[in-house]
């Protein structure tokens, strides 16, 4: 099951979606950043394949494509994380990121702090 969530930003809402597996209660969670080509259908059909797979999935938009520069926040990143961490159906201590391409830099190098 697939639903539409926004969670808060540094600026902005960030819009993001919510893959989770039914008949479960609760869940591994996982949070998959796109690449420097935006959120893409392949991005949410990844996180469906994972919540088949048992975990709970959030797939943020979680930049801004302006021209050619991107705009984003560490706080971007780090609501998805927090959004995860408080949701019902997640183990807090049970949390992993995925990233594509400047996703996966990011991501990492936000944690990492």
């Known amino acids: 099951m697939v639903k539409e969530v926004f969670y808060k930003g540094c600026k902005r809402e960030v819009r993001a979606f919510l893959c989770f597996p039914q008949g479960k209660t ?6 998959v ?5 935006g959120l893409k259908d392949h991005h949410v059909d990844f996180g469906k394949e ?3 797979r048992g ?3 959030l797939v943020p938009e979680w930049f801004e494509k302006k021209e050619e520069r991107f705009l984003f926040e560490e706080e971007d990143i780090l609501g998805g994380i927090r959004y995860l961490k408080s949701s019902n ?3 807090e201590e049970s949390l992993a ?4 391409s400047l996703g996966a830099a990011v991501s990492l190098a936000v944690l990492s702090k």
Do not use: C, D, S, T
């Open 26 to 31: 609760f869940f591994l969670g996982i949070a």
């Open 33 to 37: 950043f796109h690449g420097a080509e």
């Open 89 to 91: 159906f997640v183990k």
């Open 55 to 57: 975990y709970i999935v």
């Open 97 to 100: 990121v995925v990233g594509f």
């Open 50 to 52: 994972l919540a088949k």
